[in-house]
């Protein structure tokens, strides 16, 4: 790598040498991120499948002038966790900067460059909550990047526009950046903002092709902003096979949107009607039926581990978002029945109870669940009131356990109950219990944001880890055999 005393280039020059942009990166764009890189209007978008080289981009982009006196770039995500998790921007820049001039000033999560005159600066930054974006306001960046622009509201990347600006001596191109894959609050305002009918015309592409994740090459421009689209394949780094196939597993919609960079697919919910597998009750058996109402098989229901999942609601919080006017919390109590092999990876769905108790008559319920249905266990959320329930129920012999809701993403938390939806693995009772009609419309208007009613996906998605975790217990491991049979 070239070090910071070979060169000292002003912006215009910088422009023209294009390996100036090499100057702190480990290893070269990409042509796909080269197009990006080489983009000196105010305001562009690099965004797409999954591992396009997105990120990557965005950085290169930041470092671009950081051998420039006084040049200041901002990088921001949602939350800092997910700028420091491995493989985050900040390691990522730490692998890169490591060995340089540059420094790290970690209460500042800042870079200083060491140029001539005023170091040259970047930082990185969140906006978790409205309020944050005020944490910039004195401040002033030729640089603001925002990785998975998606994530955001579209109100906090303008009011950093007003963050954009520079000092006449910085002789520096001002930049707006941003990267993301398609889906998340912002999936919306990123998608009128930059990949409009009106730029993809100009383009000359069809608006299903360069929608729809099409090997569209050219740069989109709308307004004076210019969105790049990226592909995996675009990616030399990582083998588009595999990473296709690691794909494949996830249900439709969010497979298209990172596989293909698929603008196009809605959020109409992220669970399709068509994939709510039914069963039969036969006396004590339950039969496994296809669409057409075929039976393909069944169990005895003894022969299936029976569980309860509990996502509890009433906690101050419920209470306080209530009154902020969002729809009220219930609680959510399941009976699952886990079908043995060959069946293993289907859940049925016995009985639901969704009401909106208190904590005593919470307890009272998980009471009357266990009598009524003798699961093996019952499993409740441990954040909220769950502890507290466990505490007070275990004593009495209930076979209670907590279990983690594993973050606030609800749907990286049910990731595994929609893997297991789409391949039509849970199965819902043919005949109209009182609870059906309820627990389907919800199921079926969910779409994964964060203010939705979604207490009985919370309840599914705790079923379908423990599921997955008892289907991975049954992979037995042999032991190794020593020829002296010891
Ligand atoms: N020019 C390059 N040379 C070598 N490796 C690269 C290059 N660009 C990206 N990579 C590597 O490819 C991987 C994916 O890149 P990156 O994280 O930038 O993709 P992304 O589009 O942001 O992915 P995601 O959609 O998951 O956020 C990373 O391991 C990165 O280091
Ligand atoms: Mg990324």
Request: net charge neutral.
């Amino acid at each position: 790598m070239r070090t910071l005393k070979d060169v000292h280039l002003n912006a215009a020059e910088s422009r023209a040498a294009e390996p100036v942009a090499r100057l702190w990166l480990p290893h070269a764009p990409w042509p796909k991120q080269q197009q990006f890189l080489n983009l000196f209007c105010k305001e562009a978008f690099y965004g797409g499948a999954a591992a396009g080289g997105k990120s990557e981009a965005l950085l290169m982009a930041a470092l671009m002038f950081a051998h420039v006196p006084g040049y200041a770039a901002l990088i921001l995500r949602k939350d800092t966790q997910r700028l420091q998790l491995s493989g985050g921007l900040i390691p990522r820049s730490h692998e890169w900067l490591a060995n340089t001039p540059a420094t790290w000033h970690a209460a500042e999560r800042r870079w200083k460059f060491p140029t001539h005159a005023a170091p040259a600066t970047l930082s990185f930054g969140y906006l978790q909550t409205s309020g944050d974006k005020y944490r910039y306001g004195s401040s002033e960046y030729q640089f603001i990047g925002f990785d998975e622009l998606t994530e955001f509201v579209a109100d906090d990347y303008l009011f950093l526009f007003s963050r954009l600006r520079k000092r006449t001596e910085i002789d520096v191109p001002l930049r707006m950046r941003s990267a993301s894959n398609p889906g998340n609050v912002g999936h919306d305002w990123v998608l009128r903002r930059f990949i409009t009918p009106a730029a993809i015309a100009a383009a000359g592409e069809t608006a299903h092709d360069a929608l729809a994740g099409k090997p569209v090459s050219n740069t989109f421009w709308c307004a004076g902003r210019a969105y790049v689209p990226a592909r995996i394949r675009d990616n030399h780094a990582i083998l588009e096979s595999e990473y296709a196939e690691s794909l494949s597993h996830l249900p439709p919609l969010f497979r298209e949107r990172l596989l293909n960079g698929d603008w196009s697919v809605r959020e109409q919910g992220l669970i399709a009607a068509g994939n709510l597998a039914r069963y039969g009750v036969q006396g004590e058996y339950l039969q496994f039926i296809d669409e057409h109402g075929r039976s393909l098989g069944q169990v005895h229901e003894r022969a299936c581990w029976r569980i309860a999942t509990c996502d509890p609601a009433g906690t101050s919080a419920d209470r306080a978002k209530e009154q902020r006017g969002k729809p009220p919390c219930w609680t959510a109590i399941q009976v699952w029945d886990l079908a043995p092999d060959p069946w293993s990876r289907q859940m049925l769905l016995r009985h639901v109870e969704r009401v909106r108790v208190d904590f005593a008559e919470l307890c009272q319920l998980l009471r009357r669940v266990y009598l009524a249905w003798r699961p093996a266990a019952i499993y409740i959320e441990e954040e909220k009131l769950g502890r507290a329930a466990f505490d007070i129920l275990s004593p009495y012999g209930l076979p209670i356990e907590t279990i983690s809701p594993r973050g606030k993403d609800k749907v990286v938390r049910a990731s595994q109950l929609l893997t297991r939806l789409a391949r039509c693995e849970v199965r819902l009772p043919r005949e109209p219990l009182p609870w059906l009609a309820d627990l389907e419309s919800e199921w079926l208007r969910w779409t994964g944001l964060p203010e939705e009613v979604c207490d009985q996906i919370d309840a599914a998605a705790y079923a379908a880890m423990i599921a997955e975790e008892q289907n991975a217990r049954r992979i037995v491991i042999q032991p190794f055999l020593s020829t002296n049979g010891v």
